[in-house]
C-alpha cells in the first residue's frame, strides 16, 4: 500500500559572500522558507549559514518540521570547527565534509530549491540534474541563480529537464514544483546519464 508522506523540501545556495548580504536574496530565502513550511512540508538543508539559514529561520517562523544534514561528525566539530548554525529540529551529523554530505542532502529531498549560490550551490544542482531530482531556482536571487539555462544549454549543451521550473517569487515557485513533482516521479536508476545516447559506450 502507498504511503503519503510529507513532501521533503531541500533549500541549497549561497552559505557566504556577497550574495548573503543581498537584502533581496535574504528575504526571498525567509519567505521561501515560511511557504515550505505553511505547506506543512519538511524542511531540509545542509545545516549552514548564509541564505538556507536564513530560509531555516523564515521556516522555524512558521513552525516548521526542519532537517539539517552536517558535514560535520559531530556538534561539537559542527559548532567550532564548521562555525555553523543548529537550531534545526534533527541534524544529521554526516561526518562526509562538503561534497559528500551534498549527495546526501539532495537524495534525503524529494526536491530542491536553488537559491542565488556560488561553486557549492553548482554541485548542488549537476548532482541533481544527473540523478533526474525535481529542481526549483529562485530567480533574481543573485549568484547563479539566473545563469543556470545557460549553463545547461549553451555550455554544456544538454536540455534543460522538464522537471526543472523557475520563477522570482517563492510562493509560485512552490506551486509549480508541486506539479513538477507529481508529473516526474524519479527515476527507478540513480545515475539520469544513463538516459543519454550510449555512443561510444562498449
Do not use: W
Amino acid at each position: 500500500m502507498p504511503h503519503n508522506h510529507r513532501l521533503k523540501i531541500g533549500v541549497m545556495g549561497s552559505a557566504s559572500g556577497p550574495q548573503t548580504e543581498d537584502p533581496v536574496a535574504r528575504t526571498k530565502a525567509r519567505e521561501l522558507g515560511r511557504q515550505i513550511a505553511k505547506r506543512g512540508y519538511i524542511f531540509i538543508n545542509g545545516a549552514c549559514p548564509g541564505l538556507p539559514n536564513d530560509a531555516l529561520l523564515g521556516a522555524k517562523e512558521c513552525n516548521g518540521f526542519t532537517i539539517g544534514v552536517s558535514p560535520a561528525f559531530s556538534e561539537y566539530e559542527h559548532i567550532n570547527e564548521y562555525l555553523s548554525p543548529h537550531d534545526h529540529d534533527v541534524i544529521l551529523y554526516t561526518g562526509m565534509g562538503f561534497m559528500e554530505r551534498d549527495i546526501i542532502n539532495i537524495r534525503s529531498a524529494d526536491a530542491i530549491v536553488l537559491i542565488g549560490g556560488g561553486i557549492g550551490t553548482l554541485n548542488e544542482f549537476t548532482i541533481a540534474y544527473d540523478e533526474g531530482r525535481p529542481i526549483g531556482v529562485v530567480t533574481n536571487s543573485g549568484g547563479i541563480s539566473n545563469s543556470i539555462p545557460h549553463i545547461v544549454k549553451e555550455l554544456c549543451k544538454r536540455e534543460l529537464p522538464p522537471n526543472l521550473v523557475m520563477d522570482d517569487d517563492p510562493s509560485i515557485l512552490l506551486d509549480k514544483l508541486e506539479v513538477v513533482i507529481k508529473a516526474f516521479p524519479l527515476p527507478i536508476r540513480e545515475d539520469g546519464r544513463v538516459r543519454d545516447k550510449r555512443k561510444g559506450r562498449g
